[in-house]
């Protein structure tokens, strides 16, 4: 593997700006890496060596230590992320009447150019509003670009930009897919990340003890379903590897944009749109179903079915211009806070209504700038993710979790359990406390129906999609409906009976 300059001298070096470039707005750069946990980084505590260059990038910055997705999928996250809005309802692609970020930027005299190696986020699907430039193409049979590549196909677009917008400032959006399943082997990370040396899924047992309660029975050949368990594992392991393949592709991409000086003054901001499920949780299919299935049907893997953790819990780094250098910050902070945070690092202001009112749901984060570790006294005290069947909130000073089930694509009669965690003493999520604490439950579901009413959205379930986009959709498990209440979270159609309203929770407590 090729040997490259520390990327925290690169960047020191880039922090030094002209004075005619401080008094222009800054470069601003996004990167959202594609279905990552922010628990696989180093700067978030990850032991392995997963993440060095946005390890040295957070250390030259700031990390907010608890950021909450707004969506455990991608045609749900990203127009809530790049229009800074919540979307309390599906939707498949931006809605028109919401100004986005690359729209916003344009407006204010950047040159803006994106590329996204999720073919979903395409033309097609509205997704290159706002852009002089975007590319969301596969490669030849339909393959999604890797990171690296991505960044090669970018690099001469963003060059002929430059010499066409020769004074304008850059916004810049890149979206690596790599981390996204399936995971691919990197054998160049073997010695430093062995696929059967990642951390197992805790606690230690717990997958094996719940297979013996309520799985299939374990074949002859592998008592107890060890192998398959391994095997899972080494999945596990894949992932690391991806997620380290695509951190350095990151600190390529960096390396060159200083040399083109484009990080000098510069803004950069490292983010996700959702997270990953690693087996953690068992499947929501009936006990019937579970008593049939082998662990890797048996526990979830993926995500768009459900709002534990490691689906929602995604990283949130910033380095540049206006920006501390090597804080931490553990005030909770969520998707939405993106787009007026980079406005303010920019010097732009947010998007307003007709009546020159704030249109944009998300919180300015330099607020918590000038040691506000844990956020001033009225900051946020909920976070929020929504999906069509299911709905979450986190409380900040009880340390609660409720997940519910709403009535807007599925019925009470389908079956999802309401669940309530004690994230403080239970942050794997392993006991259901709904029945045990019906007054937090109650009290938290009227919290989470006041956000659901205060942020009504129109909705795109059931409208055609392109062809294209449908086709990607089946290709990656997201569109169809089958057994198993979990498998899939989008039926191609409208449902084929009627729904309550979409804004109201099943059996909400008032």
Excluded at 203 to 220: D, I, K, N
Excluded at 264 to 273: E, L, P, R, Y
Excluded at 348 to 371: I, S, W
Excluded at 449 to 466: L, M, V
Aim: glycine letters at 8%.
């Amino acid at each position: 593997m090729l040997q490259r300059i520390p990327l925290s001298l690169l960047l020191s070096l880039a922090g030094f700006a002209s004075c005619s470039r401080e008094a222009q707005r800054p470069n601003v750069i996004l990167i959202v890496i594609d279905t990552l946990r922010s628990d696989r980084l180093g700067c978030y505590g990850y032991p392995r060596a997963t993440s060095p260059e946005i390890d040295e990038l957070a250390s030259e910055g700031v990390v907010f230590e608890e950021c909450v997705a707004q969506a455990p999928w991608t045609m749900q996250s990203m127009p809530s992320m790049l229009a800074g809005r919540y979307l309390t309802q599906h939707r498949n692609w931006p809605d028109p009447r919401h100004v986005l970020l690359a729209e916003h930027f344009r407006a204010a005299g950047y040159a803006t150019i994106g590329a996204s190696a999720n073919d979903l986020l395409s033309a097609e699907m509205q997704f290159d509003r706002g852009f002089d430039a975007y590319d969301s193409s596969t490669l030849p049979g339909e393959v999604d670009k890797p990171c690296d590549v991505l960044v090669k196909d970018l690099l001469p677009k963003l060059d002929a930009l430059r010499a066409a917008k020769k004074d304008a400032p850059i916004f810049l959006y890149l979206q690596p897919f790599d981390p996204h399943f399936p995971y691919l082997e990197h054998h160049e990370f073997d010695l430093h990340l062995p696929t059967d040396e990642t951390e197992a899924v805790q606690p230690e047992g717990w997958q094996a003890e719940e297979l013996v309660c309520r799985g299939a029975p374990a074949p002859t050949e592998d008592f107890g379903w060890a192998k398959e368990l391994i095997g899972l594992r080494h999945q596990r392991g894949l992932y690391d590897q991806e997620v380290r393949f695509t951190d350095h592709a990151i600190g390529v991409f960096l390396d060159e944009l200083r040399a083109r000086g484009l990080l000098n003054g510069a803004v950069v901001a490292i983010v996700s749109d959702h997270g990953e499920g690693m087996w953690e949780h068992v499947n929501k299919a009936d006990d019937a179903k579970l008593a049939t299935l082998s662990p890797n049907g048996f526990f979830f893997a993926g995500h768009a079915h459900h709002v534990y953790e490691e689906a929602i819990r995604t990283p949130f780094v910033l380095w540049g211009r206006g920006v501390p250098k090597g804080e931490r910050f553990s005030a909770p902070v969520e998707n939405v806070d993106l787009f007026p945070t980079l406005c303010a690092l920019a010097g732009l202001a947010t998007p307003k209504d007709a009546n020159g009112q704030g249109v944009l749901d998300g919180r300015d984060l330099t607020l918590l700038f000038g040691g506000k570790k844990e956020g001033p006294r009225d900051w946020r005290e909920h976070t929020y993710a929504f999906m069509p069947h299911v709905a979450m909130v986190r409380e900040r000073a009880s340390g609660l979790k409720l997940i519910v089930p709403t009535c807007s694509y599925r019925a009470p009669e389908d079956g999802i359990p309401s669940e309530l965690f004690d994230l403080a003493h239970d942050a794997d999520e392993r006991v259901n406390l709904f029945a045990q604490r019906a007054d937090d439950a109650a009290r938290l579901t009227r919290v989470l129906q006041s956000a659901i009413d205060a942020h009504p959205t129109t909705t795109t379930w059931g409208a055609k999609k392109p062809p294209k986009i449908e086709a990607a959709l089946r290709e990656s498990g997201y569109s169809g409906v089958g057994d198993n209440p979990d498998e899939h979270d989008e039926p191609t159609e409208a449902p084929p009976r009627p729904r309550p309203d979409p804004r109201v929770l099943c059996d909400t407590p008032r």
